[in-house]
């Protein structure tokens, strides 16, 4: 049996201040959308200053955080919604605080075995007086989100060596920069398609319990093989 689910008053956040305004929004006018085809009373806030006075006014029964950087995903507004009792959407402040942070996260993945390029955070006063790694490395913002402010610098580019001051990159926005080794690879974007991955995700299921069944039965018969061997030997060791 079906249990139908409760419709609800959510109240999505969006926009902000960060770099990433334009992409929020977008993305919480989709949410918005999709929630309110499903039935659902929708708040749409675009976030300001005065965020906690509208969430108050707004009295929602859950927060669909469609923020993106900070102060959305580092922790900020996460702290401000548990201080107000609210429920929201994605994680909460401790793991905000440490993903948003690229060393943090560092520090907390990296001993538990997971790989990760090495790397120090620099000044960027540094990077115009000399290279902090061997090129070509790459330069990223400590705490943004997605690839904002990301320059990989080679010995082919135009940044110069050393860095120039008045060439555009992030050592204009950020005092303090994150210097990696560049691991080149691949980035892929894949589509989900819904139906056929269900489709695909169900024979997958079938298939992987047929084989855990065949090994079970597999089991039971060399269990069973090894006790009539072990009967075998005993009846004849009781005739000898």
Not at 159 to 174: A, C, L, M, S, T
């Amino acid at each position: 049996m079906t249990v139908p689910l409760p419709k609800l008053h959510v109240a999505v956040l969006m926009g902000g201040w960060s770099n990433e305004r334009p992409v929020s929004l977008m993305s919480g006018e989709g949410v918005a959308k999709a929630l309110e085809s499903k039935g659902h009373t929708v708040t749409r806030i675009d976030m300001g200053r005065d965020v906690a006075l509208k969430l108050a006014e707004a009295k929602p029964d859950v927060v669909f955080n469609a923020l993106h950087g900070a102060p959305g995903e580092d922790g900020t507004v996460q702290g401000m919604m548990d201080l107000m009792g609210l429920t929201y959407t994605h994680s909460g402040l401790a793991s905000s605080v440490i993903a948003i942070d690229k060393e943090l996260t560092k520090q907390a993945l990296v001993p538990h075995g997971i790989p990760m390029p090495g790397g120090r955070i620099v000044d960027c006063e540094e990077i115009h007086e000399r290279d902090p790694l061997p090129r070509p490395y790459v330069l990223k913002p400590v705490n943004e989100g997605s690839s904002v402010g990301v320059a990989i610098v080679t010995d082919e580019g135009n940044y110069g060596n050393p860095i120039g001051r008045d060439v555009k990159g992030p050592w204009q926005e950020f005092d303090r920069l994150l210097a990696e080794p560049f691991i080149r690879g691949r980035e892929l974007t894949t589509l989900r398609d819904q139906k056929n991955t269900l489709d695909s995700e169900k024979a997958t299921l079938q298939a992987s319990l047929q084989e855990a069944l065949r090994q079970k039965d597999q089991q039971i018969a060399d269990l069973q093989r090894q006790v009539n061997d072990q009967s075998a030997n005993a009846a004849q060791k009781q005739t000898e």
